[in-house]
């Protein structure tokens, strides 16, 4: 017992700085699919003063994702990391060759109303796959909620939605809805740095969360 506590005493500043959460052991971790969204010619939503592309910050706030999944142990394959315009097929089709476990896609939010703000999450509903839909309702609602303790954002809940990219995917898939492009005072809050890496921490958590969860689970049974 002593010698755990030493252990603990001289360690304790070294893992104060790990990430959260216990790491992986590498050959049983998932794979996770980070889906980039737009790209290329496609350049999503935009806004001036100050400028935006939603392109550019799907990117910026993927490789965050990518970035603190790999610390914690996950596998992750990103769908693009340029500025290239893919297929929405072909995402679909890079997350069923890397067999991926989950498909998570980050996107940013545009409205005609301009006082529209916050975080969105979508899943799809699918009626022929009711495992998967509930799995997907699940992480939903892990990565949404890990996300406003993350950012502080105001939550715009957990949504149906008939995306391509979650709808012909075969495993687990949301769509995150990171924010407002059109909503000036948001827009500023996602062009720095340290807000995309709170975000990028709230998918990150969301997606360890769950992982986590399922676990326990199959663990009581
Ligand atoms: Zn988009």
């Known amino acids: 017992m002593k010698f ?7 360690f304790a500043p070294l893992l104060a700085g790990a990430p959260t959460g216990s790491v992986l052991n590498v050959p049983d971790a998932p794979t996770v ?3 980039v969204g737009h790209g ?3 350049r999503g939503a935009r806004a001036h003063l100050p400028y935006c592309e939603e392109k550019k910050l799907c990117l910026l706030t993927a490789r965050l994702v990518r970035q603190y999944l790999e610390q914690l142990g996950y596998h992750v394959v990103m769908t693009r990391n340029t500025d290239a315009f893919l297929p929405l097929a072909k995402r679909v089709e890079i997350a069923s060759q890397a067999q991926a476990s989950i498909f998570v896609s980050v996107h940013f939010n545009s409205s005609r109303s301009v006082e529209a703000q916050g975080i ?5 509903d699918s009626s022929d796959n009711r495992l ?6 699940k992480l939903a609602d892990t990565i949404l909620n890990r996300i406003i303790r993350r950012t502080c954002a105001s939550s715009r809940g957990v949504k149906k939605g008939n995306f391509y990219v979650i709808r012909e995917t075969s495993m687990p898939a949301v769509l995150v809805e ?8 948001e827009r500023c809050l ?4 340290d807000y995309q ?3 990028a921490r709230g998918i990150a958590d969301g997606v360890d969360q769950y992982f986590k969860a399922r676990k326990v689970v199959r663990k009581v049974r």
């Open 40 to 42: 290329g010619t496609d």
């Open 33 to 35: 699919v980070l889906d």
């Open 4 to 10: 755990v506590l030493l252990f603990l005493s001289l």
């Open 120 to 124: 969105e999450v979508f899943f799809h």
């Open 190 to 193: 996602l062009k720095t740095r």
């Open 132 to 137: 998967r839909a509930r799995a997907s309702h």
């Open 178 to 185: 990171g924010g407002f492009i059109s909503n000036k005072e």
């Open 197 to 199: 890496e709170k975000l």
